[in-house]
Each structure stands twice: as structure tokens, then as C-alpha cells.
């Protein structure tokens, strides 16, 4: 792994279904961060963790959930999935110190029918 | 509330310059990024100013300006390449990313 990894690469779900997003990172960045992006609107923090253990709701947080149970990985899970969570989700990281600077993982294309 | 305010979208030629504005207002300054996303991909970092000036990286250069809110990204002998959205975003006093909806730049031969 080099880098930040994300799996699906895609998925069609149907609304009401569980699904978790798997994120991980091999750069032993501190914080991570979950982010959506929708045609027509900037990127928007979903949900955030600035170390192993801790996390924090951002500015889209509702029918999200994540863990960081360690510092390479950052799950977020939609625990009922409606067709307003369709999006590309980007899971980024960073390490404090450099500008914060964040550095983004591929993308997971979800459809919610 | 935040804001963030840059063109939806730009056409410049090859080989051309084009600066792309980017204004805001956010709760806080603690920085200010650009970053580049091609299409169906991730986006990638290009510059990073805390300071008033002009950041200079190869052809591309970023200028801040902390009184006015504003910020420009300059990218000079413009390649087909450089075809992509450019997304501005400010930390606030929160130290999160504010997000622009980006530019898409088209560049034509």
C-alpha cells in the first residue's frame, strides 16, 4: 500500500441497507478525515479524527458513523442508506505540522436507489 | 456562515496564463489551499498560503491577500493537462477545510 486506499471502488445500494466504507492509510498520518462530494458544492467534512481513538462530527455528520480504532484506518458506515447519501465519499489524511496539508484517497461512488 | 467564492468555470488556450480568483469568508483564518481535481479522481495538492504574497511552485503560483479575503492561483504556459477543476479551501478557526465548489478550467488547443 502506498499512500491512502479506499475500498469499494463503487457500490449500488438499496435504501434502507447497511454499508460500511473502508478507508486505510499507510503514511501514519495523525488525523483523517471523511468528506463528501456532490455536484455543484465543495467537498464537506462528514466526519473527522485528529488521533487513534478519537473523532469528531463535521459539517454533514447525520446518518454517518465512524471508529478509529487504530491510526491506519477510518470505517464510515451508513446505518440506513437513503438516495440523499448518493455521492463520492473521499477519505483524506494529514500530518500535523505540515500545513495540515490533507491528502486524499480515490473515491468510493455510491448510489443509493 | 462560510463562504467560499470562485468561478464555476474558465476556458484559456494553450500555452496561455490564466488566474483563477478565489474570495472568503470564513470564522477564522488559518491558511489557505489549492488543490487540483481531474475529473473521476481524487484531488491533489498544489499550494498552501498562511502569508500575504505570492507562492511561486514551477508554472503555478498562489497570492494571498488576508485583508481583502482573497486569493488567486496563476498557472502559466498552460498544457492540455492542466484541463481539471481547481478547488480553493480555507482552514478556520476550527482548524477544518472550508471548500470551495471549484473551477473547472478547459483548455483548448
Known amino acids: 500500500i502506498a499512500g491512502i486506499t479506499q475500498a469499494p471502488t463503487s457500490q449500488i445500494l438499496a435504501a434502507g441497507r447497511r454499508m460500511t466504507l473502508r478507508c486505510t492509510q499507510d503514511?501514519?498520518?495523525?488525523?483523517m478525515y471523511w468528506y463528501r462530494q456532490d455536484l455543484g458544492l465543495g467537498l464537506r467534512l462528514i466526519h473527522y479524527?485528529?488521533?487513534?481513538?478519537?473523532?469528531g462530527k463535521g459539517e454533514v455528520p447525520d446518518g454517518y458513523s465512524v471508529s478509529r480504532a487504530n491510526t491506519d484506518d477510518f470505517p464510515l458506515t451508513l446505518a440506513s442508506a437513503v438516495p440523499s447519501q448518493t455521492s463520492v465519499y473521499f477519505c483524506?489524511?494529514?500530518?500535523?505540522?505540515?500545513?495540515?496539508?490533507?491528502?486524499f484517497g480515490p473515491g468510493t461512488r455510491l448510489t443509493v436507489l | 456562515g462560510q463562504n467560499i467564492d470562485q468561478p464555476t468555470e474558465m476556458t484559456a488556450t494553450e500555452g496561455a496564463i490564466v488566474q483563477i480568483n478565489c474570495t472568503y469568508q470564513?470564522?477564522?483564518?488559518?491558511?489557505l489551499f489549492w488543490y487540483q481535481q481531474h475529473a473521476g479522481e481524487a484531488p491533489t495538492f498544489l499550494s498552501y498560503?498562511?502569508l500575504d504574497g505570492l507562492e511561486e511552485k514551477g508554472r503555478f503560483s498562489s497570492f494571498l491577500s488576508r485583508s481583502k479575503g482573497y486569493s488567486y492561483l496563476l498557472l502559466k504556459e498552460l498544457q492540455m493537462k492542466d484541463s481539471a477543476s481547481y478547488l480553493c479551501?480555507?482552514?478556520?478557526?476550527?482548524?477544518?477545510?472550508?471548500w470551495g465548489a471549484g473551477t473547472k478550467l478547459i483548455i483548448k488547443p
Open positions: 483524506a489524511s494529514s500530518l500535523a505540522g505540515e500545513g495540515d496539508t490533507q491528502y
Open positions: 503514511m501514519r498520518h495523525n488525523a
Open positions: 479524527s485528529n488521533t487513534a481513538g478519537t473523532t
Open positions: 470564513t470564522s477564522g483564518f488559518n491558511g
Open positions: 498560503n498562511v
Open positions: 479551501a480555507v482552514r478556520d478557526s476550527n482548524y477544518q477545510l472550508i
